[in-house]
Protein backbone atom coordinates (compact mmCIF):
# COMPACT_ATOMS: atom_id res chain seq x y z
CA UNK A 1 0.00 0.00 0.00
CA UNK A 2 1.61 3.89 -0.95
CA UNK A 3 2.40 5.78 1.78
CA UNK A 4 0.54 8.73 0.37
CA UNK A 5 -2.82 6.70 0.27
CA UNK A 6 -3.94 8.22 3.29
CA UNK A 7 -2.91 11.44 5.42
CA UNK A 8 -2.31 10.52 8.75
CA UNK A 9 -2.88 13.14 10.85
CA UNK A 10 -6.67 13.09 9.84
CA UNK A 11 -6.05 9.46 9.80
CA UNK A 12 -5.36 9.05 13.71
CA UNK A 13 -7.95 11.50 14.43
CA UNK A 14 -10.75 9.42 12.82
CA UNK A 15 -8.93 5.89 15.14
CA UNK A 16 -9.24 8.16 18.07
CA UNK A 17 -13.00 9.02 17.69
CA UNK A 18 -13.36 5.22 16.60
CA UNK A 19 -14.70 6.64 12.66
CA UNK A 20 -11.78 4.81 10.91
CA UNK A 21 -12.90 2.06 8.10
CA UNK A 22 -11.31 -1.28 7.97
CA UNK A 23 -8.98 -0.42 5.17
CA UNK A 24 -7.69 2.73 7.08
CA UNK A 25 -6.94 0.43 10.82
CA UNK A 26 -5.69 -2.06 8.54
CA UNK A 27 -2.92 1.18 6.77
CA UNK A 28 -3.08 2.27 10.65
CA UNK A 29 -2.05 -1.03 12.01
CA UNK A 30 1.07 -1.36 9.73
CA UNK A 31 2.19 2.15 10.31
CA UNK A 32 2.19 1.54 13.86
CA UNK A 33 4.24 -1.12 13.87
CA UNK A 34 7.43 1.34 13.41
CA UNK A 35 8.83 2.54 16.86
CA UNK A 36 8.77 6.43 16.24
CA UNK A 37 5.00 6.19 14.59
CA UNK A 38 4.29 5.13 18.28
CA UNK A 39 5.74 7.25 20.25
CA UNK A 40 4.44 10.44 17.87
CA UNK A 41 0.84 8.50 18.12
CA UNK A 42 1.11 8.19 22.08
CA UNK A 43 2.18 11.89 21.76
CA UNK A 44 -0.78 13.04 19.68
CA UNK A 45 -3.26 10.64 21.93
CA UNK A 46 -2.10 12.64 24.66
CA UNK A 47 -2.82 15.89 23.51
CA UNK A 48 -6.60 14.92 22.24
CA UNK A 49 -7.31 12.68 25.60
CA UNK A 50 -6.38 16.13 27.63
CA UNK A 51 -8.96 17.84 25.12
CA UNK A 52 -11.60 15.94 24.01
CA UNK A 53 -13.27 16.05 28.01
CA UNK A 54 -16.70 17.56 28.86
CA UNK A 55 -14.71 19.50 31.14
CA UNK A 56 -11.50 20.57 28.93
CA UNK A 57 -9.00 23.01 30.65
CA UNK A 58 -6.71 25.40 29.04
CA UNK A 59 -4.19 25.06 31.68
CA UNK A 60 -4.30 20.93 31.29
CA UNK A 61 -4.57 20.96 27.56
CA UNK A 62 -1.13 23.08 27.91
CA UNK A 63 0.83 20.82 29.72
CA UNK A 64 -0.13 18.20 27.28
CA UNK A 65 1.15 20.34 24.30
CA UNK A 66 4.46 21.45 26.19
CA UNK A 67 5.24 17.54 25.79
CA UNK A 68 3.94 17.51 22.46
CA UNK A 69 5.81 20.40 21.19
CA UNK A 70 9.32 19.32 22.28
CA UNK A 71 8.56 15.70 20.92
CA UNK A 72 7.62 17.64 17.59
CA UNK A 73 11.07 19.74 17.50
CA UNK A 74 13.19 16.53 18.05
CA UNK A 75 11.22 15.31 15.23
CA UNK A 76 11.71 17.80 12.86
CA UNK A 77 15.47 17.70 12.72
CA UNK A 78 17.47 17.15 9.50
CA UNK A 79 17.35 13.72 9.54
CA UNK A 80 13.76 13.14 8.84
CA UNK A 81 12.88 13.33 5.10
CA UNK A 82 10.53 16.45 4.21
CA UNK A 83 7.41 14.37 3.62
CA UNK A 84 7.42 13.59 6.98
CA UNK A 85 8.16 16.84 8.24
CA UNK A 86 5.48 18.62 6.61
CA UNK A 87 2.93 15.34 7.93
CA UNK A 88 3.90 16.25 11.17
CA UNK A 89 3.46 20.01 10.81
CA UNK A 90 0.03 19.32 9.48
CA UNK A 91 -0.67 17.06 12.60
CA UNK A 92 0.45 20.10 14.85
CA UNK A 93 -2.12 22.13 13.14
CA UNK A 94 -5.12 20.48 13.02
CA UNK A 95 -4.65 19.04 16.89
CA UNK A 96 -4.22 22.74 17.75
CA UNK A 97 -7.31 23.44 15.76
CA UNK A 98 -9.54 20.71 17.80
CA UNK A 99 -7.96 21.93 21.13
CA UNK A 100 -8.85 24.92 21.17
CA UNK A 101 -11.94 24.92 18.80
CA UNK A 102 -13.09 22.31 21.91
CA UNK A 103 -12.08 24.53 24.52
CA UNK A 104 -14.03 27.62 22.97
CA UNK A 105 -17.25 25.33 22.66
CA UNK A 106 -16.75 24.50 26.58
CA UNK A 107 -15.25 27.45 27.65
CA UNK A 108 -16.81 28.65 31.17
CA UNK A 109 -17.92 31.72 31.96
CA UNK A 110 -14.91 34.41 32.20
CA UNK A 111 -14.07 34.72 35.88
CA UNK A 112 -12.89 38.52 36.84
CA UNK A 113 -9.76 38.91 38.71
CA UNK A 114 -10.64 41.20 41.52
CA UNK A 115 -8.41 44.23 41.47
CA UNK A 116 -4.74 44.08 42.94
CA UNK A 117 -5.08 40.02 43.20
CA UNK A 118 -2.15 39.15 41.04
CA UNK A 119 -2.70 35.89 38.44
CA UNK A 120 0.86 33.88 38.56
CA UNK A 121 1.08 31.61 36.00
CA UNK A 122 3.45 28.18 36.80
CA UNK A 123 4.89 25.36 34.92
CA UNK A 124 4.88 23.03 37.75
CA UNK A 125 2.18 22.02 39.68
CA UNK A 126 -0.78 24.56 39.21
CA UNK A 127 -3.60 25.75 41.54
CA UNK A 128 -6.63 27.75 40.20
CA UNK A 129 -8.46 29.34 42.65
CA UNK A 130 -12.34 29.85 42.56
CA UNK A 131 -11.74 33.45 41.58
CA UNK A 132 -9.27 33.32 38.78
CA UNK A 133 -5.96 33.51 40.32
CA UNK A 134 -3.26 30.55 39.87
CA UNK A 135 -0.85 29.62 42.04
CA UNK A 136 2.12 27.60 42.19
CA UNK A 137 1.77 25.21 44.88
CA UNK A 138 5.42 24.07 44.61
CA UNK A 139 6.76 27.88 45.62
CA UNK A 140 8.61 28.66 49.18
CA UNK A 141 5.25 30.01 50.85
CA UNK A 142 1.24 29.28 50.62
CA UNK A 143 -1.19 30.50 53.08
CA UNK A 144 -3.91 32.26 51.77
CA UNK A 145 -7.73 32.12 51.74
CA UNK A 146 -9.86 31.36 48.59
CA UNK A 147 -11.07 34.84 46.91
CA UNK A 148 -14.97 33.43 47.32
CA UNK A 149 -14.64 32.01 50.70
CA UNK A 150 -12.07 34.04 53.06
CA UNK A 151 -13.13 31.57 56.12
CA UNK A 152 -11.49 29.24 54.40
CA UNK A 153 -7.66 28.82 54.43
CA UNK A 154 -5.58 27.18 52.12
CA UNK A 155 -2.30 26.19 54.22
CA UNK A 156 0.87 24.69 53.29
CA UNK A 157 1.29 21.39 55.28
CA UNK A 158 4.95 20.76 53.04
CA UNK A 159 6.59 21.18 49.90
CA UNK A 160 3.65 18.10 48.99
CA UNK A 161 0.67 18.90 50.35
CA UNK A 162 -1.75 21.17 51.40
CA UNK A 163 -4.67 21.55 52.90
CA UNK A 164 -8.45 23.29 53.68
CA UNK A 165 -8.74 24.58 56.80
CA UNK A 166 -13.11 25.22 57.11
CA UNK A 167 -14.06 27.93 59.86
CA UNK A 168 -15.78 26.46 62.93
CA UNK A 169 -18.34 29.44 62.00
CA UNK A 170 -19.48 27.79 58.63
CA UNK A 171 -20.53 24.22 59.75
CA UNK A 172 -23.93 25.14 60.27
CA UNK A 173 -23.71 27.67 57.83
CA UNK A 174 -27.63 27.64 55.43
CA UNK A 175 -27.58 27.28 51.85
CA UNK A 176 -24.72 28.57 49.22
CA UNK A 177 -23.13 28.31 45.91
CA UNK A 178 -20.41 25.98 45.35
CA UNK A 179 -17.10 27.49 44.59
CA UNK A 180 -14.40 25.07 42.94
CA UNK A 181 -10.49 25.10 42.91
CA UNK A 182 -8.64 22.79 40.45
CA UNK A 183 -4.83 21.21 40.67
CA UNK A 184 -3.23 20.25 37.96
CA UNK A 185 0.27 17.84 38.59
CA UNK A 186 2.21 17.40 35.16
CA UNK A 187 4.38 14.41 34.51
CA UNK A 188 7.38 13.84 36.42
CA UNK A 189 5.37 14.97 39.97
CA UNK A 190 2.89 13.47 42.61
CA UNK A 191 0.63 15.73 45.20
CA UNK A 192 -1.57 15.62 47.84
CA UNK A 193 -4.06 17.43 49.27
CA UNK A 194 -5.87 17.41 52.35
CA UNK A 195 -10.01 18.63 51.48
CA UNK A 196 -12.33 20.78 53.52
CA UNK A 197 -14.04 17.57 54.78
CA UNK A 198 -10.70 16.12 55.93
CA UNK A 199 -10.63 13.38 52.66
CA UNK A 200 -7.02 12.90 51.64
CA UNK A 201 -5.97 12.90 47.73
CA UNK A 202 -3.29 11.91 46.37
CA UNK A 203 -2.78 12.82 43.35
CA UNK A 204 -0.28 11.35 40.42
CA UNK A 205 1.51 12.44 37.25
CA UNK A 206 -0.72 13.63 34.24
CA UNK A 207 -3.73 14.04 36.48
CA UNK A 208 -5.88 16.61 37.67
CA UNK A 209 -8.40 16.87 40.38
CA UNK A 210 -11.48 20.14 40.21
CA UNK A 211 -13.24 20.39 43.73
CA UNK A 212 -15.51 22.54 45.67
CA UNK A 213 -13.67 24.48 48.39
CA UNK A 214 -16.48 23.52 50.39
CA UNK A 215 -19.09 20.96 50.24
CA UNK A 216 -22.75 20.96 50.16
CA UNK A 217 -25.07 19.25 52.78
CA UNK A 218 -26.48 16.26 50.67
CA UNK A 219 -23.11 15.53 48.38
CA UNK A 220 -19.53 15.93 47.96
CA UNK A 221 -18.37 15.46 44.40
CA UNK A 222 -15.56 15.74 43.30
CA UNK A 223 -13.59 15.49 39.53
CA UNK A 224 -10.39 13.63 38.36
CA UNK A 225 -8.40 13.14 35.22
CA UNK A 226 -5.62 10.55 35.23
CA UNK A 227 -4.65 8.35 38.07
CA UNK A 228 -6.02 9.59 41.72
CA UNK A 229 -6.29 8.14 45.13
CA UNK A 230 -8.38 8.98 47.81
CA UNK A 231 -9.04 8.29 51.81
CA UNK A 232 -12.55 9.33 52.09
CA UNK A 233 -13.84 10.77 55.70
CA UNK A 234 -17.07 8.74 56.56
CA UNK A 235 -20.25 10.92 56.46
CA UNK A 236 -23.30 8.29 55.92
CA UNK A 237 -25.79 11.27 55.49
CA UNK A 238 -23.31 12.91 52.47
CA UNK A 239 -22.16 10.65 50.17
CA UNK A 240 -18.65 11.00 48.88
CA UNK A 241 -18.32 11.09 44.61
CA UNK A 242 -16.02 10.80 42.47
CA UNK A 243 -16.92 12.04 38.71
CA UNK A 244 -14.82 10.95 35.53
CA UNK A 245 -15.04 10.33 31.99
CA UNK A 246 -15.45 7.02 32.09
CA UNK A 247 -16.42 6.27 35.56
CA UNK A 248 -18.27 7.32 38.54
CA UNK A 249 -17.67 6.08 41.91
CA UNK A 250 -19.75 6.86 44.70
CA UNK A 251 -18.46 5.76 48.33
CA UNK A 252 -19.02 6.58 52.14
CA UNK A 253 -15.68 6.57 53.78
CA UNK A 254 -13.55 4.16 52.09
CA UNK A 255 -9.42 4.22 50.78
CA UNK A 256 -9.49 3.42 46.77
CA UNK A 257 -7.84 4.63 43.23
CA UNK A 258 -9.08 5.73 39.95
CA UNK A 259 -6.49 5.40 37.31
CA UNK A 260 -8.46 7.25 34.01
CA UNK A 261 -5.65 7.96 31.66
CA UNK A 262 -7.42 5.62 29.17
CA UNK A 263 -4.04 3.50 28.23
CA UNK A 264 -5.05 0.69 25.94
CA UNK A 265 -8.68 1.75 25.96
CA UNK A 266 -9.19 1.29 29.70
CA UNK A 267 -10.07 2.95 32.71
CA UNK A 268 -10.02 1.08 36.00
CA UNK A 269 -10.99 1.42 39.56
CA UNK A 270 -8.79 -0.18 42.47
CA UNK A 271 -10.46 -0.70 46.38
CA UNK A 272 -8.04 -1.12 49.20
CA UNK A 273 -10.97 -0.64 52.01
CA UNK A 274 -14.36 -0.01 52.44
CA UNK A 275 -17.14 -0.83 49.44
CA UNK A 276 -17.60 1.40 46.38
CA UNK A 277 -20.03 1.81 43.57
CA UNK A 278 -18.27 2.13 40.69
CA UNK A 279 -20.83 3.23 37.56
CA UNK A 280 -19.42 2.03 34.25
CA UNK A 281 -20.86 2.57 31.09
CA UNK A 282 -24.00 0.62 31.47
CA UNK A 283 -22.75 -1.20 34.13
CA UNK A 284 -22.92 -1.29 37.86
CA UNK A 285 -20.53 -2.92 40.22
CA UNK A 286 -20.10 -2.68 43.89
CA UNK A 287 -16.96 -3.53 44.58
CA UNK A 288 -15.28 -5.58 47.57
CA UNK A 289 -11.48 -4.87 49.03
CA UNK A 290 -8.52 -6.19 46.82
CA UNK A 291 -10.61 -5.63 44.06
CA UNK A 292 -10.58 -4.12 40.62
CA UNK A 293 -13.05 -2.96 38.00
CA UNK A 294 -11.65 -2.24 34.24
CA UNK A 295 -13.98 -0.78 32.14
CA UNK A 296 -12.83 -0.97 28.04
CA UNK A 297 -13.94 2.09 26.86
CA UNK A 298 -13.89 0.94 22.96
CA UNK A 299 -16.17 -1.96 23.76
CA UNK A 300 -17.97 -0.96 26.68
CA UNK A 301 -17.09 -4.49 28.23
CA UNK A 302 -15.88 -4.24 32.18
CA UNK A 303 -14.12 -7.18 33.84
CA UNK A 304 -14.17 -7.35 38.15
CA UNK A 305 -10.83 -8.85 39.27
CA UNK A 306 -8.81 -9.88 42.30
CA UNK A 307 -5.49 -7.95 43.28
CA UNK A 308 -3.38 -6.91 45.52
CA UNK A 309 -4.26 -3.11 45.77
CA UNK A 310 -2.24 -1.64 48.98
CA UNK A 311 0.43 -2.62 46.61
CA UNK A 312 -1.00 -1.50 43.44
CA UNK A 313 -1.18 2.36 45.07
CA UNK A 314 2.22 2.25 46.21
CA UNK A 315 2.74 5.04 43.48
CA UNK A 316 1.69 7.86 46.25
CA UNK A 317 4.70 6.74 48.70
CA UNK A 318 6.70 7.41 46.11
CA UNK A 319 6.92 3.90 44.74
CA UNK A 320 6.16 2.81 41.28
CA UNK A 321 5.29 -1.22 40.82
CA UNK A 322 5.56 -2.91 37.49
CA UNK A 323 4.38 -6.35 38.21
CA UNK A 324 4.26 -8.78 34.73
CA UNK A 325 4.05 -5.80 32.28
CA UNK A 326 4.93 -5.33 28.66
CA UNK A 327 7.26 -3.52 27.47
CA UNK A 328 5.35 -0.60 25.90
CA UNK A 329 3.25 -0.63 28.88
CA UNK A 330 6.39 0.30 31.09
CA UNK A 331 8.01 2.57 28.58
CA UNK A 332 4.41 4.65 29.06
CA UNK A 333 4.77 4.36 32.92
CA UNK A 334 8.13 5.61 33.10
CA UNK A 335 7.67 8.75 30.64
CA UNK A 336 4.97 9.53 33.28
CA UNK A 337 6.70 8.80 36.42
CA UNK A 338 9.65 10.39 35.48
CA UNK A 339 8.49 13.18 33.36
CA UNK A 340 10.79 12.18 30.48
CA UNK A 341 10.24 11.05 26.85
CA UNK A 342 11.96 7.30 25.86
CA UNK A 343 12.84 6.48 22.32
CA UNK A 344 13.35 2.97 21.37
CA UNK A 345 16.29 3.38 18.77
CA UNK A 346 16.94 -0.05 18.41
CA UNK A 347 15.02 -1.49 15.65
CA UNK A 348 13.62 -4.12 17.82
CA UNK A 349 10.26 -5.25 19.82
CA UNK A 350 10.80 -6.33 22.76
CA UNK A 351 8.21 -9.25 24.35
CA UNK A 352 9.54 -9.40 27.18
CA UNK A 353 7.41 -9.30 30.61
CA UNK A 354 8.73 -6.71 33.46
CA UNK A 355 8.47 -6.65 37.21
CA UNK A 356 10.31 -4.13 39.57
CA UNK A 357 9.87 -1.53 42.04
CA UNK A 358 11.16 1.65 40.88
CA UNK A 359 11.79 4.76 43.56
CA UNK A 360 10.14 8.33 42.59
CA UNK A 361 14.15 10.10 42.40
CA UNK A 362 15.94 7.74 40.48
CA UNK A 363 15.27 7.72 36.55
CA UNK A 364 19.02 6.11 35.75
CA UNK A 365 18.57 3.14 38.11
CA UNK A 366 15.20 2.31 36.63
CA UNK A 367 16.32 2.82 32.65
CA UNK A 368 19.38 1.00 33.56
CA UNK A 369 17.51 -2.21 34.70
CA UNK A 370 15.30 -2.37 31.44
CA UNK A 371 18.25 -2.02 29.89
CA UNK A 372 20.50 -4.57 31.45
CA UNK A 373 17.23 -7.05 30.97
CA UNK A 374 16.85 -6.66 27.25
CA UNK A 375 20.84 -6.57 26.63
CA UNK A 376 20.43 -2.62 25.22
CA UNK A 377 21.85 0.27 26.30
CA UNK A 378 21.03 3.87 26.48
CA UNK A 379 21.83 7.67 26.42
CA UNK A 380 20.06 10.51 28.39
CA UNK A 381 19.48 13.74 26.64
CA UNK A 382 17.66 16.80 28.77
CA UNK A 383 14.62 15.53 28.25
CA UNK A 384 14.22 12.19 26.84
CA UNK A 385 16.15 9.10 27.08
CA UNK A 386 17.28 7.19 23.80
CA UNK A 387 17.25 3.34 23.78
CA UNK A 388 20.00 1.74 21.63
CA UNK A 389 21.63 -1.52 20.79
Same mark, same amino acid.
Given at each position: ??????????????????????????????????? &????????????????????????????????? &??????????????? &?????????????????????????????????????????????????????????????????????????????????????????????????????????? &????????????????????????????????????????????????????????????????????????????????????????????????????????????????????????????????????????????????????????????????????????????????????????????????????????
Amino acid at each position: METETFNIDELLIRVLSHQAEQEEIVYFSEWMKDE &RNRLYFEKFRKVWNLSSGRHADREMVEVGLEDY &RRFMHRSLSPKHNMK &RVWRMLSAVAVVMIGVFALLRLYEPEKQIVPEGKEIIYSKGILLTLSDGRKVNVLSDSLALSDGMEDDIKISKINNREIAYELNDSLAGAGDFELAYNEIIVPAGE &RFSLRLSDGTKVWINSESSLRYPIRFGKERREVEVRGNVYFEVTRDTACPFVVAGRELVTEVLGTSFEVNLYGDRNEASATLVEGKVRVQAGKHAVVMKPDEQIVFNTKSGDVEVKKVDAANMVRWKDGVLVIDNERFDDVVWKLERWYGVTIINETGKSFSQLFSGEFDREDVRAAIETICVNLGIQYRMNEDSIILQK
